[in-house]
């Protein structure tokens, strides 16, 4: 079931077209979802109920250490993609190796793209391809308490704390 779950760009972009033709709606969101939270989970789970089918784009290793710094990811993309098909919620993964989502959207034209309620709707870069494309753009609001880079941090602190290092 998993395995079904983990595509291609190319083959999301076949079988988006095949599910519009049923008039289903289509739900992107994506990330890197390095450690997966109680956080993560929930916006996933409120993300899906916006529509039919959601497809999860996750950024590949290289293109994490670009947005967040040669450290990261902590799990490796193949690890992140398992985790997230295993959620109920989520039909769909995907890797892509951008900065950012902005090509891989063009190509996908969901009906609503999902971004976390931590950013501004001026903020979002790819709003212009997804609302271009008669999508929108919805903002969940941020599960608080729940922050991967705060869990590191956490994690580190106690390594130091108890001297395991």
Same mark, same amino acid.
Do not use: C
């Given at each position: 079931?998993?395995?079904?779950?983990?595509?291609?760009?190319?083959?999301?972009?076949?079988?988006?077209?095949?599910?519009?033709?049923?008039?289903?709606?289509?739900?992107?969101?994506?990330?890197?979802?390095?450690?997966?939270?109680?956080?993560?989970?929930?916006?996933?789970?409120?993300?899906?109920?916006? %529509? =039919?089918?959601?497809?999860?784009?996750?950024?590949?290793?290289?293109? #994490?250490?670009? /947005?967040? *710094?040669?450290?990261?990811? $902590?799990?490796?993309?193949?690890?992140?993609?398992?985790?997230?098909?295993?959620?109920?919620?989520?039909?769909?993964?995907?890797?892509?190796?951008?900065?950012?989502?902005?090509?891989?959207?063009?190509?996908?034209?969901?009906?609503?793209?999902?971004?976390? %309620? =931590?950013?501004?709707?001026?903020?979002?870069?790819?709003?212009?391809? #997804?609302?271009? /494309?008669? *999508?929108?753009?919805?903002? $969940?609001?941020?599960?608080?308490?729940?922050?991967?880079?705060?869990?590191?941090?956490?994690?580190?602190?106690?390594?130091?704390?108890?001297?395991?290092?």
């Amino acid at each position: 079931m998993i395995k079904n779950k983990i595509r291609t760009l190319n083959q999301l972009v076949s079988i988006v077209n095949k599910l519009k033709k049923q008039n289903k709606k289509i739900v992107t969101t994506n990330g890197v979802f390095d450690i997966i939270h109680p956080g993560h989970v929930k916006y996933l789970e409120e993300a899906k109920r916006l %529509g =039919d089918v959601l497809i999860v784009g996750v950024n590949t290793d290289k293109s #994490v250490k670009l /947005n967040k *710094g040669y450290k990261r990811p $902590i799990n490796n993309e193949k690890s992140r993609l398992a985790v997230l098909a295993a959620l109920e919620s989520v039909d769909y993964v995907f890797l892509f190796n951008e900065k950012d989502p902005r090509n891989w959207l063009g190509r996908i034209k969901p009906d609503v793209h999902v971004k976390a %309620g =931590d950013y501004k709707l001026s903020q979002i870069i790819e709003r212009g391809v #997804v609302e271009k /494309n008669n *999508g929108k753009i919805v903002l $969940i609001p941020k599960v608080e308490g729940y922050s991967t880079t705060d869990l590191i941090k956490k994690i580190v602190k106690s390594y130091k704390d108890s001297k395991l290092q």
